[in-house]
């Protein structure tokens, strides 16, 4: 197995950009940026993994990380292109992905995302897997232009499309195809080398993401170029492994549930072991994990957890 990462025969050009912040109390952040296409650059940082598309219609980009970063990520974006950036795609509503939308957009970028980003951002979200409320964002933060289904922007020679899958890693997901530069953005459906964080109180559920890794399965070839919402890189054979994984996981829980397990007895019948030291130290362990896949499998809308286990993790 290997953990869903990129062959070691990728070929893609990087360097490494510090981007100094202006602000001379914030930590300077790593960008790396790596060529896709003519076009296409993947910007990593920290947050969530970004596309750039930089051409002779300009610049626009998908998703743009964590609000207090914004100044730094706009100046590692300027080392790609110093045309404006003219949209914005959020893949969904998380912090991680949204927190340059007020900045960005101040200065004259079209935030375009999902209706139900939108729906989130605009009231205080109570979370039950952080303990901690999301406050709604300002006014300038929010998305300008919603959609329902998919959008596609025709902008520096080739159609980029968002579709929206349903109830994956949040309620508003979309993954987005650049489909002339054959590369697709998976958003945070996609965790490479390491466990997914399924928002249950978001709207997300494991069957979603399920059928949502299908989708960009079926959008990708041998040649597409797949980036996940966190981790490196990767393709469609690393899609393909993801999906078979989560697919074992849900068969595995579902089992359990059948045999009438608690989410307590499932969660100590260890389900997710052989993976547990590969793909659950990252972040999100093997408990959390299958108390996702419980609570998907039997309709539980938020995070719970078991009742006599005191939990460490947050
Ligand atoms: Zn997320």
Same mark, same amino acid.
């Given at each position: 197995?290997?953990?869903?990462?990129?062959?070691?025969?990728?070929?893609?050009?990087?360097?490494?950009?510090?981007?100094?912040?202006?602000?001379?109390?914030?930590?300077?952040?790593?960008?790396?940026?790596?060529?896709?296409?003519?076009?296409?650059?993947?910007?990593?940082?920290?947050?969530?993994?970004?596309?750039?598309?930089?051409?002779?219609?300009?610049?626009?980009?998908?998703?743009?990380?964590?609000?207090?970063?914004?100044?730094?990520?706009?100046?590692?974006?300027?080392?790609?292109?110093?045309?404006?950036?003219?949209?914005?795609?959020?893949?969904?509503?998380?912090?991680?992905?949204?927190?340059?939308?007020?900045?960005?957009?101040?200065?004259?970028?079209?935030?375009?995302?999902?209706?139900?980003?939108?729906?989130?951002?605009?009231?205080?979200?109570?979370?039950?897997?952080?303990?901690?409320?999301?406050?709604?964002?300002?006014?300038?933060?929010?998305?300008?232009?919603?959609?329902?289904?998919?959008?596609?922007?025709?902008?520096?020679?080739?159609?980029?499309?968002?579709?929206?899958?349903?109830?994956?890693?949040?309620?508003?997901?979309?993954?987005?195809?650049?489909?002339?530069?054959?590369?697709?953005?998976?958003?945070?459906?996609?965790?490479?080398?390491?466990?997914?964080?399924?928002?249950? #109180?978001? &709207?997300? @559920? +494991? $069957?979603?993401? !399920? =059928? %949502?890794?299908?989708?960009?399965?079926?959008?990708?070839?041998?040649?597409?170029?797949?980036?996940?919402?966190?981790?490196?890189?990767?393709?469609?054979?690393?899609?393909?492994?993801?999906?078979?994984?989560?697919?074992?996981?849900?068969?595995?829980?579902?089992?359990?549930? #059948?045999? &009438?397990? @608690? +989410? $307590?007895?499932? !969660? =100590? %019948?260890?389900?997710?072991?052989?993976?547990?030291?590969?793909?659950?130290?990252?972040?999100?362990?093997?408990?959390?994990?299958?108390?996702?896949?419980?609570?998907?499998?039997?309709?539980?809308?938020?995070?719970?957890?078991?009742?006599?286990?005191?939990?460490?993790?947050?």
């Amino acid at each position: 197995m290997q953990v869903f990462r990129f062959p070691l025969a990728a070929t893609v050009a990087s360097l490494v950009v510090s981007a100094v912040s202006a602000q001379a109390q914030q930590q300077a952040v790593e960008y790396l940026p790596t060529t896709l296409s003519p076009t296409v650059t993947m910007v990593q940082g920290r947050g969530g993994n970004i596309a750039v598309s930089a051409g002779e219609d300009g610049v626009f980009i998908i998703d743009d990380q964590l609000e207090p970063l914004t100044d730094q990520l706009v100046a590692s974006i300027r080392t790609i292109s110093d045309r404006p950036i003219r949209f914005v795609i959020n893949t969904h509503y998380h912090g991680d992905h949204v927190g340059g939308n007020e900045k960005i957009g101040k200065a004259g970028a079209v935030i375009i995302a999902h209706d139900n980003i939108r729906e989130r951002m605009t009231t205080d979200q109570f979370n039950h897997f952080f303990n901690d409320t999301t406050p709604a964002w300002p006014k300038a933060a929010l998305p300008v232009v919603t959609f329902n289904d998919q959008v596609t922007l025709h902008l520096n020679g080739e159609a980029v499309t968002a579709y929206h899958v349903p109830r994956g890693h949040t309620d508003g997901d979309s993954i987005v195809m650049f489909a002339g530069s054959n590369v697709l953005h998976m958003g945070d459906i996609f965790f490479n080398g390491r466990y997914p964080y399924i928002d249950l #109180d978001g &709207g997300g @559920t +494991l $069957q979603g993401m !399920i =059928a %949502a890794v299908a989708k960009g399965v079926e959008l990708a070839n041998d040649d597409t170029k797949v980036i996940a919402g966190h981790g490196p890189l990767s393709d469609r054979a690393g899609l393909q492994e993801y999906h078979d994984f989560l697919v074992t996981v849900r068969d595995r829980v579902q089992a359990l549930i #059948d045999r &009438g397990m @608690t +989410l $307590q007895q499932a !969660i =100590a %019948a260890k389900p997710t072991a052989e993976w547990d030291s590969i793909l659950g130290e990252t972040w999100i362990t093997g408990d959390q994990l299958v108390t996702f896949a419980y609570n998907s499998l039997t309709g539980v809308d938020h995070f719970t957890r078991p009742e006599s286990t005191t939990t460490t993790t947050e």
